[in-house]
């Protein structure tokens, strides 16, 4: 029944063309090890090359390194040339600060594109199913994604020189199980896939359950919907397309103009796709954190009756509207560096979009607000005090820490983007001593307890 369905699959989308050379990523899981079994028995239809990739991301230590000798056997008893590469995951995401999920996913895709140039390779093969198109759906339409995300997964795509496909994506997950018995294939299985600690793992034991007791089949009607909705984005991205060049004043590397009124002479539809169209020229790679949301944000500004008006975006792009057009740019650590005096009592406008407010503290002690406000006695620190950029190696004695920690370690743990930390604001006294990481950390020179018996100054730090 599943090597029916598949072929059908196959034919039908002109996923795979005969005589071509196939690389498979394989994590020895049962989607992506039937996924294998079931290439090498329809091996002899379409006469193709196998080579098979997989990676360790040394998550889980001596387990998952057994997953990759597990897969190399396999290839080896199957006859399949079997790439592999022990990636240190857990290091990369120290340097970086950025999610697991997204690490994992970058450098597994980086080796899969150096094995397709190795091998010469036209096709990239990967296992996802019916159920994971589900939560990939719900998850983004959860999320607010826009045009194509909201597809979820594409049967195909583009993928360096060639194609990246998913012949089991009309398969559920129950299907996958039952081959896999049917053929005594031995799937490894990896334990983190049953904890809630992932959105997709919560999706999957919450929500994907209740939608298959009300309808066994759908993942039929989720994946018509991802095809339709590919289709439609499609058409509609080649309509706005051709009213693009009216629309672009400059286009220059990280940077371009836009004229307003040409946007917003087409109808709606058109307006928020050519808002998407401007965002994947200047974004490399597209910000996880980017959504519906943002586009609805340039369209209030673009109508906004103001002459002039600034919106920050994700990674560090800023559109700034001036009249009839807006220019799009990103903060570049080289323009960023900045060292300015703190007005006390007053208002300091940082070049992040944020500001930070002073005043001396003369009846009611305010509320704190997180680390998004500070109280420091007037007598703890030597006055004028600076904001500016971080330098190399800077440390500041953390609130009750009992010690000091590094900027770099206080913004990796925080998860704040490398981008964002080049501009992020360090407040210190005249003797450089750092004493409030706005939003972040607080120094010890914050008081536990707060007394109005001696001079006090609250500093806040808000949007613009």
Not at 38 to 67: C, I, N, W
Not at 215 to 233: A, I, M, W
Request: charged share 30%.
């Amino acid at each position: 029944m599943l090597k029916e369905k598949v072929l059908k699959t196959i034919y039908r989308n002109e996923l795979i063309q005969e005589k071509s050379k196939l690389l498979v990523g394989v994590s020895g899981g049962p989607d992506s090890l039937v996924l294998l079994h079931f290439l090498k028995q329809v091996q002899p239809l379409f006469h193709y090359e196998l080579t098979v990739a997989s990676v360790d991301h040394m998550f889980r230590g001596e387990e998952s390194y057994e997953d990759y000798k597990y897969v190399e056997q396999i290839c080896e008893q199957w006859g399949i040339v079997f790439e592999g590469r022990r990636i240190d995951v857990p290091a990369n995401i120290e340097q970086t600060g950025e999610s697991s999920q997204l690490t994992s996913r970058k450098l597994r895709f980086a080796f899969y594109e150096e094995m397709m140039a190795k091998h010469q390779t036209s096709t990239l093969v990967l296992g996802h199913h019916g159920d994971d198109q589900i939560e990939t759906v719900l998850m983004r339409l959860t999320r607010g994604a826009t045009g194509k995300a909201r597809a979820g997964i594409p049967l195909k795509r583009p993928f360096y020189t060639g194609y990246l496909i998913r012949p089991f994506l009309e398969l559920t997950k129950d299907e996958i199980i039952e081959y896999a018995g049917i053929h005594k294939l031995e799937p490894r299985y990896d334990p983190s896939n049953e904890k809630d600690d992932y959105v997709r793992n919560r999706f999957r034991h919450e929500v994907l359950p209740f939608l298959k007791k009300e309808n066994r089949k759908v993942h039929e009607h989720f994946q018509r919907f991802s095809e339709e909705l590919y289709e439609d984005e499609e058409f509609f991205l080649n309509l706005v397309s051709s009213k693009m060049p009216e629309v672009w004043a400059q286009q220059e590397k990280d940077y371009a103009v836009i004229q307003i009124d040409r946007v917003l002479a087409m109808p709606k539809p058109l307006q928020r796709r050519a808002i998407q169209l401007i965002l994947n020229y200047l974004y490399l790679e597209r910000p996880s954190s980017l959504s519906a949301l943002h586009i609805d944000q340039l369209l209030a500004l673009f109508l906004n009756p103001q002459p002039s008006a600034e919106l920050h975006l994700p990674e560090g792009l800023i559109a700034e509207k001036s009249y009839k057009t807006c220019t799009f740019r990103f903060f570049r650590q080289e323009s960023l560096k900045y060292s300015l005096k703190l007005q006390i009592p007053g208002e300091t406008i940082l070049p992040n979009g944020y500001k930070i407010k002073a005043h001396y503290i003369k009846e009611e002690i305010p509320v704190l607000k997180g680390n998004y406000s500070f109280i420091l006695p007037e007598s703890a620190v030597q006055f004028p005090l600076t904001v500016r950029t971080r330098n190399e190696g800077e440390r500041m004695a953390v609130k009750g820490l009992g010690g000091s920690k590094k900027l770099k370690e206080i913004f990796i743990n925080e998860k704040i983007p490398l981008l964002e930390r080049n501009v992020w604001p360090v407040i210190i006294d005249q003797a450089g001593t750092v004493i409030w990481l706005p939003g972040l950390k607080k120094s010890n020179v914050e008081p536990d307890i707060i007394s109005d018996e001696t001079s006090l100054i609250y500093l806040e730090y808000k949007k613009v």
